[in-house]
């Protein structure tokens, strides 16, 4: 009896190892980019992928637009990426959908995050950094079959990436070229289009402010109109400080019967911050976004002067411009 009662235990031990040794580690990319950085693929790289209950996911960040790798539980709505879950969860967490799991805000290139996935199920994958970026993933028991292995995935990602990164629409878009003394004053803050797919939503950003150097003549207006799907923000001066999508505008801005909002700038000091300037969210978040939609900011320039300019959010991918007043 004991003889037989040890060798259930060890076959029970043994299935056990077998079952761990028979997890499978899954790869994925968040995030990718043009070779100027100028257009971002804001994108699950790919968006849908069907593993095997024990089997984790690493996800590669390879870009400096910033993004998270964030799991909710039923119904939870989507938190600002200061709150998280709350907080962040440790590289390596496990989720089967009784609690968040949230990598945090992640824009070091070659970061790496991995969520290990116990139980069968449908899990929606978020980033909390952008409300047009989703996708999902599929844990089914290990005794069903997977319809696709790593190398599908690979070749998935990049023909994603591919198809974000040079449309037509967005190889013209990102070719700014200075412009002479404008009539209508309006400089584009940024353009993009979102993607939607079986797996969720795949969106692409053009950060670049399109005809990004204007000259006009002092006591004129200049006004940035936002028709993309990430949120920019307009700067002359000194940044705020740990600026961040949810940096308000400063206490200079005012906002026209008309909803936009409006400076005015009469030294090439003088400190001015739009606070985000984007489209409504097309889903209940707690993502602190543009009241109502905030997609322009204008500026009343009273002096001739040089004014330089940068999207707080993204100068370091190169969305920078200036303003020439003249006399």
């Not at 009539?183 to 289009?193: A, D, F, K, L």
């Not at 006009?216 to 940044?239: C, K, L, P, R």
């Not at 906002?255 to 969210?281: C, E, K, M, Y």
């Not at 997609?295 to 190169?318: K, M, Q, S």
Request: contains cysteine; charged residues 15%.
């Amino acid at each position: 009896m004991q003889r037989k009662l040890m060798g259930m235990v060890l076959l029970g031990v043994a299935t056990v190892f077998a079952q761990a040794a028979e997890a499978e580690s899954w790869h994925a990319i968040v995030g990718a980019q043009s070779s100027d950085k100028g257009v971002q693929a804001l994108a699950f790289l790919p968006n849908e992928m069907w593993i095997h209950a024990g089997d984790s996911i690493t996800w590669t960040f390879p870009t400096p637009e910033p993004h998270s790798v964030t799991f909710l539980t039923p119904g939870q709505i989507r938190p600002t990426f200061q709150v998280g879950c709350p907080g962040t969860s440790p590289d390596g967490s496990t989720f089967d959908g009784s609690a968040c799991v949230d990598s945090g805000r992640i824009g070091t290139v070659g970061t790496t995050y991995a969520v290990t996935f116990p139980s069968p199920g449908n899990y929606r994958e978020v980033c909390l950094v952008h409300v047009n970026m989703t996708g999902i993933v599929h844990v089914l028991d290990p005794s069903e079959p997977l319809p696709y292995d790593q190398a599908f995935y690979d070749r998935q990602a990049v023909a994603e990436q591919r198809d974000l990164l040079t449309s037509d629409a967005e190889v013209s878009a990102r070719k700014p070229q200075a412009r002479s003394h404008a009539h209508n004053h309006q400089i584009v803050t940024g353009s993009g289009r979102l993607v939607s797919t079986q797996g969720g939503i795949q969106s692409v950003s053009v950060m670049r402010f399109i005809q990004p150097n204007i000259t006009i003549h002092a006591g004129e207006t200049v006004e940035w109109d936002s028709s993309d799907v990430s949120g920019h923000a307009i700067t002359f001066g000194q940044e705020p400080p740990n600026v961040s999508p949810s940096t308000p505008p400063s206490a200079n801005v005012y906002v026209d019967p008309d909803g936009a909002r409006h400076a005015l700038i009469s030294s090439t000091t003088d400190n001015v911050h739009s606070g985000l300037i984007a489209q409504a969210p097309h889903e209940r978040t707690g993502v602190a976004q543009a009241p109502a939609g905030v997609t322009r900011f204008r500026v009343t320039f009273t002096r001739p002067g040089t004014y330089r300019y940068i999207c707080a959010l993204h100068d370091e991918l190169g969305m920078t411009g200036q303003v020439v007043v003249l006399p």
